[in-house]
């Protein structure tokens, strides 16, 4: 028997046992507790990793946390590291990623409706059902673990409920379940939709986003399943603070494929990273850095001296954007309309130089075009969006968000993007960007907000020539003025961006 055929796929160490459980560190962290069980039904405490899993998934339904948020302090707060942290770091997004197939699949295992189950017991399920179809966990240890987790969390009588339904589901392999469920389903796009795990307004809205960027439809397969793989952490080499290569040989790396300033990690922690802890360099997506580069690069006639930074908060763009600004002689006004996330972007900036930055402002970017009119020679609008080109790195926000989500972003998007295009002086640059390809939010904000301006106040800029530029390399991209990346094409976020030129008075 090979290391794989008695371990789990991912996660397993030589702390987890042939039954994919932890070695002894639950019970001598005194976790779990014994209940009325007969002897040899007495577990000795559920694995700390499945706890943890458990616990994310419970915040995120209880207190709308954002999973990668909530479980790396509680991993370190339980003194969980190395490959039980990789673990229950599957495990958990895993779960979260893949919940509207396993939904499907419980569903067929159960006699009531799963609005009927208990959240918490129906969490149990799915932690089971991943492990099961998801990681290659043994099914003996993937169902006696959950049930031994479902006596811990939810008491004993739900756990022969959790029991029951773990075994039905682990006599059929994932593609005969797939079949089952997707047989169920009256079209293709709810079909995809139960197989890929979306909510079906997202997956329709996928379709007509790739198809709108001239993409053939039959890619859409591959998007899905590119937002249900976890990515690589890409890290951004700070121009004129670190180079590519420097930080290379800091960390088992490579270069990134598309941005000359992308390290993507082998799996090593960025925060261990020297350039990182220092702010040199930054967890930053490589999407991001090239559509903030191809933003820098864009040609404005006249003074290049002052840009802003609209939407700033957290402050990726803004330090990418006064690293480079620093190298030229310009300065970055870094705007945020939240004051704690102005604070991050303080801290985003520590490590470029002070003449780079003017200043950080807590403002509405709304009001910016009205009481600064003509102020600056560059203006990014890295608009607030659906984040649905991240869905990949955020594991729960498909689930989250809503169509009315879009209605509401897309009138503020329009609003901000007015206002820098009043804000640039004319011969400035405006560049809009979304970690969204949604239509809604992309092209038909850049079509609706120029049909309101008077003729010949903008003209479009060929964003597609500068990303290429950059690259170096012949990128897959629309034969349009405008850029749409995608995860399953260019492996970054699906970020889009348009650039425009101030033409008029
Ligand atoms: C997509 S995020 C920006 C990400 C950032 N550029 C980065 O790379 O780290 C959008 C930001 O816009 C901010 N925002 C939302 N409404 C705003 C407004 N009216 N004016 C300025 N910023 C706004 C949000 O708080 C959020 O921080």
């Not at 290049?304 to 700033?312: E, K, P, Q, S, T």
């Not at 003729?455 to 990128?475: C, H, N, Q, S």
């Amino acid at each position: 028997m090979s290391a794989d055929d008695r371990t789990p796929q991912r996660g397993s160490d030589d702390r987890r046992d042939a039954k994919g459980r932890e070695r002894g560190g639950a019970r001598a962290r005194g976790e779990g507790h014994r209940g009325s069980l007969a002897p040899s039904e007495r577990r000795k405490g559920t694995d700390s990793a499945r706890l943890v899993a458990f616990d994310v998934l419970r915040e995120v339904a209880d207190s709308d946390a954002y999973a990668n948020l909530v479980l790396p302090p509680m991993l370190r707060s339980r003194g969980i590291s190395g490959r039980d942290a990789a673990f229950a770091t599957e495990l958990a997004y895993g779960t979260l990623r893949l919940r509207g197939r396993y939904d499907a699949i419980i569903g067929e295992c159960v006699d009531r409706p799963l609005d009927k189950i208990d959240a918490p017991v129906l969490d149990v399920l799915r932690l089971g059902a991943h492990q099961l179809l998801g990681m290659r966990v043994p099914s003996h240890a993937a169902v006696s673990e959950t049930v031994g987790l479902a006596r811990d969390r939810v008491g004993a009588g739900s756990a022969q409920f959790v029991n029951a339904v773990l075994r039905k589901i682990s006599r059929t392999e994932l593609e005969e379940w797939l079949e089952t469920v997707e047989a169920a389903q009256p079209d293709e796009i709810a079909k995809m939709s139960v197989v890929d795990s979306h909510p079906q307004w997202i997956t329709r809205a996928l379709r007509d986003s790739l198809v709108g960027s001239g993409r053939p439809v039959d890619e859409l397969a591959s998007l899905l399943e590119a937002d249900n793989a976890s990515p690589r952490v890409t890290l951004v080499a700070r121009p004129g603070l670190v180079t590519q290569d420097e930080l290379g040989e800091q960390v088992e790396s490579r270069p990134g494929r598309l941005a000359p300033t992308a390290v993507v990690l082998d799996g090593s922690d960025p925060g261990a990273v020297p350039a990182v802890r220092s702010g040199l360099a930054g967890v930053q997506d490589e999407g991001s850095q090239l559509v903030t580069l191809a933003f820098t690069q864009a040609p404005v006639e006249g003074a290049d001296a002052r840009w802003l930074d609209m939407c700033a908060g957290p402050g990726g763009k803004a330090a990418l954007l006064a690293a480079v600004a620093g190298t030229r002689g310009a300065r970055v006004v870094a705007n945020e309309v939240q004051p704690h996330r102005a604070d991050l972007v303080d801290r985003a900036l520590v490590a470029v130089p002070a003449d780079s930055v003017e200043r950080v402002q807590v403002w509405d970017g709304r009001d910016i075009g009205e009481q600064e009119p003509g102020a600056y020679d560059r203006v990014l609008v890295d608009a607030p969006c659906t984040g649905l080109g991240a869905l990949r790195r955020r594991p729960e926000s498909r689930w989250r968000r809503t169509p009315a989500d879009v209605k509401v972003l897309a009138t503020l998007q329009r609003e901000l993007l007015t206002s820098a295009l009043h804000a640039v002086r004319e011969g400035g640059v405006v560049g809009y960007v979304t970690c969204s390809p949604h239509l809604a939010e992309t092209r038909a904000v850049v079509s609706d907000v120029l049909a309101a301006l008077p003729e010949g106040f903008v003209e479009m800029l060929d964003a597609r020539a500068l990303v290429t530029e950059i690259a170096g390399t012949d990128v897959p991209l629309a034969e349009r003025l405008d850029v749409q990346l995608w995860p399953h094409l260019h492996g970054t976020d699906a970020m889009h961006l348009t650039l425009l030129r101030r033409t008029g008075a």
